[in-house]
């Protein structure tokens, strides 16, 4: 059964006269984003496929999980923040890839993870992940069929 592991982007700089996009990661966020990394290889759900957010909070934070060996696609449309968009990508994946990330942003990452399991957790702090389980295949990746199986922030 393949697993989706839904990432929100570790904290970011508030970013005075920058673009939204370009917000880069706090000391904080990249050592949260490190340790989520080591805690996703501990937990054996290293990824077959990342799909990223184009703006530099995402990259980098999928830069300090520090997964070397997953192949990674960088999705402007998940910037744009919608949650079916998100979905959609997640239907379209293809069949030989078992364990997908999607690092991404709120609400949509939160959103997303409420739609496919019909639950979720109050809130969805930066670095917090969920990892769902997908029962019949990514194609078959509709609103409450999904099984959240883990759902972890940085403070435990």
Known sequence: MPSLIVLRHAKAAAGLGLADIDRPLTDRGRRDAAAAGEWLRGAALAPDLVLCSTAVRTRETLDGLA???????????????????????????????????????????HQLVHDLTGSAPESFPTCALAVIDVPGGWAEAWPGTGDLTTFRTPKG
Not at 67 to 84: G, L, M
Not at 93 to 106: C, K, M, P, R, W
């Open 67 to 109: 997964f070397t060996t997953s192949e990674v696609a960088y999705e402007a449309s998940i910037y744009d923040n919608d949650p079916e968009a998100l979905l959609s990508l997640v239907r379209e994946t293809g069949d030989e890839v078992d364990t997908l990330l999607l690092v991404g942003h709120n609400p949509s990452v």
